[in-house]
């Protein structure tokens, strides 16, 4: 497998979000001659949905996913009706922007609840649910499953192949996000790939799993500081097909975070010419 150019690499704008506005990270994307950007809906929505477009357009940027949709599990009716109509929203923002896709983090379980089937089911309605509008816009929905550690209070949708049985049971338009953070340690991801194919990989995810782990959430590694074999699960969704972006998505509270963005961005690439 060739060293990856630095054109395939795109910037998850969480991983800058402390000290760059999207209209900075767009900017520095060009610069540093990324291919593309994956921004989150609170960033846009404070550039200006239209202007977030046509910035990133001008700068040549392919957008490989929006952040993000989902959190379907609700302990009401009008709770998950409220999560579909951001969903909704989510789809049309995702059009405009001309995203590869429109992330989506399944949600957890209803506040009170021990009931994961439950949530399970409710999260494969609220995709069922958004499914047509998606179609119409010609979004691809992509579900990304998180680590089991997320299972109670962001996602329970926790493997590869429980997304792609959720992706068998809807149709068409509907794929995953394959991020190494969340997926790294199963015992099934070469053939959970496999399965999936060239049509379903949407998206391709990269950091490193830190050890320790320091918090939950916001202590994830850069490429290569950690026990991620990246390039090795690089090559089982190439092989699968995939040829998109490699999305470079760092919660760093303690580390990153703090640190400039531009030297970020730099170790960035650096790291994926040697380790991804
Ligand atoms: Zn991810």
């Given amino acids: 497998m060739a060293v990856p150019e630095t054109s395939r690499l795109s910037l998850n704008t969480a991983t800058v979000r402390e000290r760059w506005t999207l209209a900075q990270a767009i900017e520095g994307c060009a610069r540093h001659g990324l291919g593309g950007i994956s921004p989150w809906r609170d960033k846009v929505a404070e550039l200006g949905l239209g202007e977030a477009a046509r910035r990133i357009r001008d700068a040549g940027l392919a957008v490989t996913g929006l952040c993000r949709g989902g959190l379907f599990p609700a302990s009401d009716a009008a709770g998950r009706a409220a999560a579909i109509a951001d969903n909704r929203r989510a789809i049309e923002e995702a059009a405009v922007l001309g995203a590869r896709c429109l992330v989506l983090v399944a949600g ?35 579900i990304e499953p998180l680590h089991p550690m997320y299972a109670a209070d962001r996602a329970c949708v926790n493997t590869l192949d429980q997304a792609l049985d959720l992706c068998d049971a809807l149709g068409p338009g509907v794929g995953v996000a394959v991020d190494v953070y969340h997926t790294w340690w199963d015992p099934n991801l070469a053939r959970a790939i496999a399965r999936a194919g060239a049509e379903r990989i949407l998206a391709f995810h990269i950091c490193d799993w830190l050890v320790p782990t320091t918090d939950l959430l916001l202590d994830r590694g850069m490429m290569g500081d950690g026990v991620i074999d990246i390039r090795a699960i690089r090559g089982l969704v190439e092989a699968a097909g995939y040829t998109g972006l490699h999305e470079v ?17 730099a170790i960035c690439k650096e790291r994926h010419r040697a380790v991804c």
Avoid: C, H, T
């Fill in 108 to 142: 957890g379980l209803p506040a009170g609840s021990r009931d994961i089937a439950g949530a399970r089911a409710m999260v494969g309605d609220g995709i069922a649910a958004i499914l047509p509008d998606a179609r119409a816009a010609g979004v691809a929905l992509a």
């Fill in 249 to 265: 998505e760092i919660f760093s509270a303690g580390n990153w975070w703090k640190r400039d963005p531009d030297e970020v961005v």
